[in-house]
T-cell receptor
Framework: AQSVTQPDIHITVSEGASLELRCNYS??????LFWYVQSPGQGLQLLLK??????LVQGIKGFEAEFKRSQSSFNLRKPSVHWSDAAEYFC????????????FGTGTQLKVEL | SAVISQKPSRDICQRGTSLTIQCQVDSQVTMMFWYRQQPGQSLTLIAT?????????ESGFVIDKFPISRPNLTFSTLTVSNLSPEDSSIYLC????????????FGSGTRLTVV
């Protein structure tokens, strides 16, 4: 069965430091890959997505993610974290083709220390 | 991308009652998805709703507890029946959209508290 793993439940970084959030998936083929952010009391916001092509994708708010087929990973990065980045981050995957559900990882709670 | 209007945004309900959540999409979409997010947890898919056919439920979710309607290509409702405190969660609808690109859009969520 398809699955998504976010190994880090909680991460704390200092403001201005770099960030990497890990995501690994288990699928029979390369799925579509997404990162979402959820701030307290807010809805889900799409940060970026990967379907095909360039394995380094740029998203909003200065985030980027790199797809590594050999590692079945899609890690999210940001070179310099801002206090407003504190939120819950979800990696999600969907099978290629249409009409397929999104499966979410367990999420990583990011805390930013000033 | 599609825009979803979901309501109510929150509600407090008595145990044993039901709550119906509505999602209206600004464009026609084939499939709509309903998710549950329990406190401090990730999103879990409840069911997939196609227009004109019965919803497809994920393991652990049943139609009697979570009946879904999908009367047309822009609207769907999820009812959470016979409420218990364990049903206190955020419920979200989602659609897959396709155009020059594709993706999934989510409603703003319904925060349900059962007392």
């Amino acid at each position: 069965a398809q699955s998504v793993t976010q190994p880090d439940i909680h991460i704390t970084v200092s403001e201005g430091a770099s960030l990497e959030l890990r995501c690994n998936y288990s699928y029979g083929a390369t799925p579509y890959l997404f990162w979402y952010v959820q701030s307290p009391g807010q809805g889900l916001q799409l940060l970026l997505k990967y379907f095909s092509g360039d394995t380094l994708v740029q998203g909003i708010k200065g985030f980027e993610a790199e797809f590594k087929r050999s590692q079945s990973s899609f890690n999210l990065r940001k070179p310099s974290v801002h206090w407003s980045d504190a939120a819950e981050y979800f990696c999600a995957v969907a099978l290629t083709g249409g009409g397929n559900k999104l499966t979410f990882g367990t999420g990583t709670q990011l805390k930013v220390e000033l | 991308s599609a825009v979803i209007s979901q309501k109510p945004s929150r509600d407090i309900c008595q145990r044993g009652t039901s709550l119906t959540i509505q999602c209206q999409v600004d464009s026609q979409v084939t499939m709509m998805f309903w998710y549950r997010q329990q406190p401090g947890q990730s999103l879990t898919l409840i069911a997939t709703a196609n227009q004109g056919s019965e919803a497809t439920y994920e393991s652990g979710f049943v139609i009697d507890k979570f009946p879904i309607s999908r009367p047309n290509l822009t609207f769907s409702t999820l009812t959470v029946s016979n409420l218990s405190p364990e049903d206190s969660s955020i419920y979200l609808c989602s659609v897959e959209w396709r155009g020059r690109s594709r993706g999934y859009t989510f409603g703003s969520g319904t925060r349900l508290t059962v007392v």
